[in-house]
């Protein structure tokens, strides 16, 4: 069935539709109503996503709006793209901290999750530093047996680098790509949440950039040793990029391994 056929089941006309740059798991359009512009996600995970932006947006989140949602097709309010703002920074980091001081009771998150080919189990465990060993470090020692020996070793020593406990509400994938500023102001998109330690977002934050003095001024202070773990939680997406686009990316796997102490 054909975008238009199946956004008319939500009772959506579409007068036009123009593709859009997605990510990984789905296939983004533009559609034009008589009542304005919506976005249509299309991919077998919308459903886990939709359920993401709802957890975010009841800790007051911006994220946004999920207008309608079936097994493969979500439909979103359209956030028309403007210029980044102290105001928005400030406003994401407020947020970003309220979803790290949650106390979820529990690591990871109720399904399974994917960055295209790469899957990303989220099977809770018993503590923290192990999820980060089972569930986002040792997955890649089959993929790339050269590494496979350091990556267990680090996996071996993260009991006493991570905390034993962490269960605050992560966006799980917040590059700068993914911090969408918009004439209706800031806002996350393209979550892929989980429960854990909240430094993995301030990491992934720095992968390929660093952001301004504004969001900080929003987020507070973090701990005072914060970037002793951030090569930790580095690592993670450095490897996803590895096994995405390749060797390019060997380099970058090294840095993060070379950096934690």
Known sequence: MDL?????????????????????????????????????????????EAGMLRTMAEL??????????SATLMVIEDLPEAAPTVAGWQTLGAALRQMHDRNAGQNGWPEDYAFGPVPLDNRPTANWPEFWAERRILPFAEDFPNLAPRLERLARRLANLLPHHATGLLHGDLWSGNVHFSTKGAFFIDPACYHGHGEVDLAMLHLFGTPPE????????????????RAIYQLFPALVHLKLFGTGYHGLVERCLSEIR
Not at 60 to 69: D, K, M, Q, T, W
Not at 214 to 229: C, H, V
């Open 4 to 48: 238009r056929a199946r956004l008319s089941r939500f009772g959506i006309e579409a007068r036009g539709i123009t593709r859009l740059h997605g990510g990984d798991l789905s296939e983004v359009f533009r559609v034009e109503t008589s009542d304005g512009t919506l976005v249509a996600k299309s991919g077998p995970r919308v459903g886990i």
């Open 60 to 69: 007051g989140a911006p994220v946004p709006e999920v207008l309608h949602i």
């Open 214 to 229: 504004a969001f900080w001024q929003g987020y507070g202070t973090p701990a005072p040793d914060w970037k002793i773990r």
